[in-house]
């Protein structure tokens, strides 16, 4: 999309500065039992409280990485939204239609089957991550009324 | 809100040019066994699927009202929020802050705690819900670029 | 397994003598916006409510098929865990191990991912399905003394 | 419950032994934006990775407290049981009944709102957390073979 700049990060190495500036945020991470990993979510946690960011009306949007077929990956994707939301932020997922039918949906985030169930991350999983980017992207530019 | 035009109707009763007319979307309803009533749920599931709506970039908020202290009230928010997502609407919950601390957050949506434990909506309550709609009618205007 | 009878019914056939005589319940469905069909939940709702069975301490497991990578089918399994807990259930999933490295661990239930994106169910998806009904069966057996 | 000895433990203080022992294990914490705080969370992350605890078939059940009318106890509390279930245990909820009109059923867990908005824990709140252990102890009890 032109126009937006993105910036990759570890949550370990955001910094206040970081968090201010953007518009649209997307938080990923791998499953651990179902949820986001402690020390991501200790993190998370003090981005609030002891960095004082004010995420009002930034867009969010969540991903994650699991290792089985009912691994807790939408949990994750649910748990990131959701501490978007409780920290004042909009949320939406990728967009999807059936060129074919034209039929039209989204889901609520991005997700990688990982481990030795699926090695590596597919093409179609690639796919919804993109997807999920470029709607952060167009929804961070309307609220922003780019 | 100034320039807010509400329509308040039974899912049973709203009918396609309601939803494709409207830029924010708020639903509710109580909660049976966790959930969206069924009835509910089968109206809903037929705005997509027969009366093909497209809901791209509306926005949308949750409520539930049900009778215990672990009834389920924020599974239901949840579950209508994901339907929201899963049907390409951006959705955002009621912003709060407290006076004296200076701290702000906001939450998945509102709910009241009804029945033998709790009877009646308490102020509390109604505040949450007027918060809501007063956060989806501020973010559609942005998004509308109002 | 030995000694365990199964029944394998559309919920819509479900007579109360089939839930009251069943010492574990495993419900399944595919997906419809990130939750159960509402055709279905209102079928549900009904057992409680109109049919007036008493779950207590049976044992449930649940299952979803659902089109989409993030496509909602966890959520389905959590909602349908969740309808089985505020029927007085207990609940379990499918149990898991790799032999190589002697780590063991579950899921919440099982699921397949199907349509356009994933035609038919996987070799690994019913093996899930298998877990889930050994799993319930062994549960079921040690709360019933056998 | 005659019979039922109980642990109350801190996280940062349960031993190996502790876990290992247990027939039952009810998991309880404040809620951080809408989910379990990081630091509870890392802790937990190592009962099964550092720890090697084997859950299998131990009977779990989920407590938390928030600050807010939908301020996130809920999604705690499903968190915390997907943690259990996916770590093979077994979950139940507290039962309940109205003696007046001998309607029965369950929640998912027991909760408490605290802070500003309802200082203290009430009455109710205590009676679901007793209910909550008594369900653990019964289902742990009949699983043990007692």
Same mark, same amino acid.
């Given at each position: 999309?032109?126009?937006?700049?993105?910036?990759?990060?570890?949550?370990?190495?955001?910094?206040?500065?970081?968090?201010?500036?953007?518009?649209?945020?997307?938080?990923?991470?791998?499953?651990? =039992?179902?949820?986001?990993?402690?020390?991501?979510?200790?993190?998370?946690?003090?981005?609030?409280?002891?960095?004082?960011?004010? =995420?009002?009306?930034?867009?969010?949007?969540? =991903?994650?990485?699991?290792?089985?077929?009912?691994?807790?990956?939408?949990?994750?994707?649910?748990?990131?939204?959701? =501490?978007? @939301?409780?920290?004042?932020?909009?949320?939406?997922?990728?967009?999807?239609?059936?060129?074919?039918?034209?039929?039209?949906?989204?889901?609520?985030?991005?997700?990688?089957?990982?481990?030795?169930?699926?090695?590596?991350?597919?093409?179609?999983? @690639?796919?919804?991550?993109?997807? @999920?980017?470029?709607?952060?992207?167009?929804?961070?530019?309307?609220?922003?009324?780019?």
């Amino acid at each position: 999309m032109k126009g937006v700049v993105t910036s990759l990060k570890k949550v370990s190495e955001v910094i206040k500065e970081d968090l201010v500036s953007a518009d649209g945020i997307i938080l990923g991470c791998p499953t651990y =039992f179902a949820n986001i990993p402690g020390e991501m979510k200790t993190i998370l946690d003090d981005w609030n409280w002891k960095m004082k960011v004010d =995420f009002t009306d930034k867009v969010g949007g969540a =991903f994650a990485t699991g290792g089985g077929q009912v691994g807790g990956q939408e949990h994750v994707v649910v748990s990131l939204l959701l =501490f978007m @939301l409780h920290n004042r932020m909009v949320v939406a997922g990728p967009l999807y239609q059936n060129e074919t039918t034209g039929s039209i949906w989204a889901e609520s985030g991005a997700a990688a089957i990982t481990g030795p169930l699926d090695p590596g991350v597919s093409e179609g999983e @690639l796919d919804g991550a993109r997807r @999920l980017g470029e709607r952060v992207a167009c929804v961070a530019a309307k609220i922003k009324g780019n």
